[in-house]
C-alpha cells in the first residue's frame, strides 16, 4: 500500500513523506540536543567546541542541516507556487531558494569539519 502511494499516480505524497521524515529527523535531533546542552551545559567558547567535538555528533548536526534544508525547499516550494502567480517570477525565487540552501548547507558542512 505504501510503495503505491509513493508512485507517480500520486505526486504529492512523495515530497508530503519527506516534510514529515525530515522533520521527524529535526525533532529527534532537537530533543538530543537539548539533553546534551543540559549535559555539558557549555558556557564559553572551548566548551562549545567540545560540545560539537566528537565525530557523531558532527555527523548528527550535518544530517539536522540536511533535513532543515529539504523542509525548508519543500515547504517554500509549496508557498511559492500558492501565491506567486507570475511563472517566471516563481521560477527565479525557487533558482534563488535552492542557491541560498545550498550555501547554507556548504557553511554548516565548513563550520562543522572544516
Same mark, same amino acid.
Given at each position: ?23 521527524? =529527523?529535526?525533532?529527534? *535531533?532537537?530533543?538530543? +540536543?537539548?539533553? !546534551?546542552?543540559? #549535559? ?7 566548551? &562549545? ?29 509549496? =508557498?511559492?507556487?500558492? *501565491?506567486?502567480?507570475? +511563472?517566471?517570477? !516563481?521560477?527565479? #525565487? ?7 540552501? &545550498? ?12
Amino acid at each position: 500500500m505504501l510503495i503505491e502511494l509513493l508512485t507517480k499516480r500520486y505526486p504529492g505524497m512523495r515530497a508530503w513523506l519527506t516534510q514529515r521524515l525530515s522533520g521527524l =529527523v529535526m525533532a529527534i *535531533y532537537s530533543v538530543l +540536543a537539548l539533553g !546534551r546542552f543540559l #549535559l555539558l551545559q557549555p558556557t564559553y567558547y572551548e566548551a &562549545w567546541l567540545d560540545f560539537f567535538r566528537p565525530w557523531w555528533w558532527r555527523l548528527a548536526s550535518l544530517l539536522f542541516w540536511i533535513s532543515l534544508s529539504i523542509h525548508a525547499w519543500l515547504g517554500i516550494r509549496d =508557498v511559492l507556487k500558492d *501565491y506567486v502567480p507570475n +511563472a517566471n517570477l !516563481r521560477g527565479v #525565487l525557487i533558482k534563488l531558494l535552492v542557491v541560498v540552501l &545550498w550555501l547554507y548547507l556548504a557553511w554548516a558542512t565548513y563550520l562543522l569539519f572544516g
